[in-house]
């Protein structure tokens, strides 16, 4: 393949897959390669992650606040360039109210074709447009739920309360005095079960207490 590289995002772990900044084909594409790990990684978990964030990319195809699939690579994932900030970038005042309303939306969207993120607790997995668009960014534990699978629309019910948790505790950060009593309800609950959430597990922050 044919590229220019810009500049090496995150090489964390060897779990982990190598995110680089590239020019393919005269675009900035974002490259998820597990290609330098070792074969045991690449063959296993590199191949469960992979698969699974590419057809949840599809999947989610054409929704604005999704970056798009681009292509497949051997070993990894070419993703659409958004240029932006992540949300832990900004410090209280710099974002507008209008953001929580504007990522509400992006998340009903998703919701709507069956898939729930799992990890937008993370700041780090919301970029921020110029214009203050927010788009949703690493789907590698992203789940699909068939509507017409039983079990899995009961677990997807269930799973909606991590994904809406995870808005209202940004809300509550930055627009506290915007919080209904409703909404403090639901985020309470949804630190309870943050608490029993194998993949990114947390405890409260002081700030983050409602």
């Known amino acids: 393949m ?24 005269g675009e900035k594409v974002i490259w998820k390669d597990y290609s330098s790990r070792p074969w045991w990684v690449k063959r296993s978990l590199g191949d469960i992650l992979i698969n699974n964030e590419g057809s949840i990319l599809k999947r989610l195809s054409g929704i604005k606040g999704i970056p798009r699939l681009i292509g497949r690579t051997p070993d990894g994932l070419l993703i659409e360039y958004i240029e932006g900030r992540f949300l832990h970038k900004f410090k209280d005042g710099e974002v507008p109210y209008e953001i929580i309303k504007r990522l509400e939306s992006v998340v009903s969207e998703v919701h ?25 960014v690493d789907f590698s534990n992203a789940l699909y739920s068939r509507p017409n699978a039983l079990f899995f629309s ?13 808005i209202l505790k940004f809300k509550n950060r930055y627009f506290s005095d915007k919080m209904t009593e409703g909404e403090k309800r639901y985020l309470r609950m949804f630190w309870f079960i943050r608490r029993f959430w194998i993949f990114s597990p947390k405890t409260f922050r002081a700030k983050d207490r409602v």
């Open 112 to 136: 709507a074709c069956s898939v729930v993120h799992l990890d937008l607790a993370q700041r780090k997995n919301i970029l921020i447009t110029e214009d203050f668009h927010p788009y949703l």
């Open 2 to 25: 044919d590229y220019q590289l810009l500049d090496v995002i995150k090489d964390k772990s060897l779990l982990t897959p190598v995110v680089k900044l590239i020019v393919y084909r």
């Open 154 to 166: 009961k677990m997807f019910d269930y799973l909606l309360l991590i994904d809406k948790g995870s």
